[in-house]
């Protein structure tokens, strides 16, 4: 599994849309689906701000990232 399916997951078990977890990160809603779909990774800074939203450790993502 990678980064953008576990985002999707996570992003989905809370109920969120990609537009309202944009919201949340204050970034677009097309960022989000370039994750999802992994064409492109967060920056360090918005990769802290999902593991704070959804309440999982950074290194949780750290070790998707490598993937």
């Known amino acids: 599994v990678d980064f953008g399916d576990r985002l999707k ?16 990160l204050g970034i677009t809603k097309g960022m989000i689906s370039s994750y999802e779909t992994s064409m492109r ?6 990769l802290l701000k999902i593991a704070l939203l959804f309440n999982v450790p950074i290194i949780y993502w750290e070790k998707v990232r490598m993937t």
């Open 9 to 24: 997951e996570l992003r989905k078990r809370s109920k969120l849309s990609q537009e309202q977890l944009a919201g949340q």
């Open 41 to 46: 990774m967060p920056s360090y800074q918005i």
